[in-house]
Nanobody
Framework: QVQLVESGGGLVQAGGSLRLSCAAS????????MGWFRQAPGKEREFVAG????????NYADSVKGRFTISEDNAKNTVYLQMNSLKPDDTAVYYC?????????????????WGQGTQVTVSS
């Protein structure tokens, strides 16, 4: 069992930055690929970014490439999502997820554990 707790969400103006954190506890953190997803009201949950279990491979949704960066600190069992140049379209609840696999998947159903989510609101 893996427990995930997100933090760092909030209200920010367009063009601003936020850094989300996801603290993991439970099974060996380094065995899991990690991902960030988001869900806006009335929309399906969508993939944002992922990082492999070895932290050597990352992938991003086209909508966030060049603006968001995923990273992790295995010593702290924490994964981060640095979000820069935020846009109103980035407004959503952001979820951290863990997948018992090397590769980070892009579909929500590929992930085994989820955090409770943190709200990000970008004002225009």
């Amino acid at each position: 069992q893996v427990q995930l707790v997100e933090s760092g969400g909030g209200l920010v103006q367009a063009g601003g930055s936020l850094r989300l954190s996801c603290a993991a506890s439970g099974r060996t953190f380094s065995s899991y690929a990690m991902g960030w997803f988001r869900q806006a009201p009335g929309k399906e949950r969508e993939f944002v970014a992922g990082i492999s279990a070895s932290s050597t491979t990352t992938n991003y949704a086209d909508s966030v490439k060049g603006r968001f960066t995923i990273s992790e600190d295995n010593a702290k069992n924490t994964v981060y999502l640095q979000m820069n140049s935020l846009k109103p379209d980035d407004t959503a609840v952001y979820y951290c997820a863990a997948r018992l696999s090397y590769w980070p998947g892009v579909r929500a159903r590929e992930y085994d554990y989820w955090g409770q989510g943190t709200q990000v609101t970008v004002s225009s």
